[in-house]
Nanobody, 126 residues
Framework: QVQLVESGGGLVQAGGSLRLSCAPSARTFSSYVMGWFRQAPGKEREFVAAINWNGDSTYLGDSVKGRFTISRDNVKNTVALQMNSLKPEDTAVYFC???????????????????WGQGTQVTVSS
């Protein structure tokens, strides 16, 4: 079964940085749109960022623009989320997701993504 495995979460102080990584278990993911979502306790899962198949187009959620960057390396088969200037409100479980039906069109809609990782916890202390 194809999987997405996230890593890089942890505890960081406000203003700090973390880099999350997503490693798909199959090379076929190099042709999919990939995304990151997050879910805080008691809240709905929120779109964070998405990237097209070759990395030349990205889409960021309004709350993270200017602070987060999404990138991918199809040779190493990884997708990264660089998070800078972290705030306590960024605290959440972060999920990597794949849209196997799209190479180019990046969506912020959860239902568009059909493969999900288990998530990694990010905690930002004030």
């Amino acid at each position: 079964q194809v999987q997405l495995v996230e890593s890089g979460g942890g505890l960081v102080q406000a203003g700090g940085s973390l880099r999350l990584s997503c490693a798909p278990s199959a090379r076929t993911f190099s042709s999919y749109v990939m995304g990151w979502f997050r879910q805080a306790p008691g809240k709905e899962r929120e779109f964070v960022a998405a990237i097209n198949w070759n990395g030349d187009s990205t889409y960021l959620g309004d709350s993270v623009k200017g602070r987060f960057t999404i990138s991918r390396d199809n040779v190493k088969n990884t997708v990264a989320l660089q998070m800078n200037s972290l705030k306590p409100e960024d605290t959440a479980v972060y999920f990597c997701a794949a849209d196997s039906r799209n190479r180019q069109m990046q969506s912020r809609a959860r239902f568009q993504y059909d493969v999900w990782g288990q998530g990694t916890q990010v905690t930002v202390s004030s």
